[in-house]
């Protein structure tokens, strides 16, 4: 059985920064992408970042050039960092795991494992 773990969510205010954390634990388990996907109350789950094995780096539109992905194989660790948070950010934060590199990394369906949320709230 694989379980993610995240955490650092917390409430910031409107241009601060914020790091999550996200460890994966269980059977021996190398995932091709671990990521992030975040949603807002009453919003479909919204793709944020995807980092591939070899630490290849995938964002979202809407956090393109704000956010910063990174991953260590080592430790089964995927961390986001947050930049220039805005309140439209805010919302529950969910690292996933995709064991494979077939079909799309932006796609919450194509995931296997879930962690249980960690809620970001950015006030204005």
């Known amino acids: 059985q694989v379980q993610l773990v995240e955490s650092g969510g917390g409430l910031v205010h409107a241009g601060a920064s914020l790091e999550l954390s996200c460890k994966a634990s269980?059977?021996?388990?190398?995932?091709?992408?671990m990521g992030w996907f975040r949603q807002a109350p009453g919003k479909e789950r919204e793709f944020v970042t995807a980092v591939n094995w070899s630490g290849g780096t995938y964002f979202g539109d809407s956090v393109r050039g704000r956010f910063a992905g990174a991953r260590d194989n080592v430790k089964n660790t995927v961390s986001l960092l947050m930049n220039n948070l805005k309140p439209e950010d805010t919302a529950v934060y969910y690292c996933?795991?995709?064991?494979?590199?077939?079909?799309?990394?932006?796609?919450?369906?194509?995931?296997?494992?879930w962690g249980q949320g960690t809620q970001v709230t950015v006030s204005s």
């Open positions: 269980g059977r021996a388990f190398t995932p091709y992408f």
């Open positions: 996933a795991a995709k064991t494979n590199d077939r079909g799309s990394y932006s796609t919450s369906a194509e995931y296997d494992y």
